[in-house]
């Protein structure tokens, strides 16, 4: 099983930056399209932002469209999530995953666990 763990939350203002990390346990990890998901309190977890294997596709939810950017270093197993121009209503726990489609990663459709998260605060 291919498992995640997320790293590189912390308290922000508005309008800091965050890089977030998710490293895959495995080297089939770049096999697969990843996704980042978030979920605020008392909301359910949502979609953020999601990568083909070969990083030549991206999509993103409309929230983050153009503040948000996602990489991916397959040598290092690892996706990224750059985060700019933060908002408190991005303040969440925020997990990545894997799946097969862009479009299956954006309808929530994943194929691992979910990780522990890495927590997100966005306050002044």
């Known amino acids: 099983q291919l498992q995640f763990v997320e790293s590189g939350g912390g308290l922000v203002q508005p309008g800091g930056s965050l890089r977030l990390s998710c490293v895959g346990s495995?080297?089939?990890?770049?096999?697969?399209?990843m996704g980042w998901y978030r979920q605020a309190p008392g909301k359910e977890r949502e979609f953020v932002a999601a990568?083909?294997?070969?990083?030549?596709?991206?999509y993103y939810a409309d929230s983050v469209k153009g503040r948000f950017t996602i990489s991916r270093d397959n040598a290092k197993n690892t996706v990224y999530l750059q985060m700019n121009v933060l908002k408190p209503e991005d303040t969440a726990v925020y997990y990545c995953?894997?799946?097969?489609?862009?479009?299956?990663?954006?309808?929530?459709?994943?194929?691992?666990?979910w990780g522990q998260g890495t927590q997100v605060t966005v306050s002044p």
């Open positions: 495995r080297s089939i990890f770049s096999i697969y399209g």
């Open positions: 995953n894997r799946g097969t489609t862009l479009s299956r990663l954006r309808d929530g459709e994943t194929l691992s666990a």
């Open positions: 990568i083909n294997w070969s990083a030549d596709s991206t």
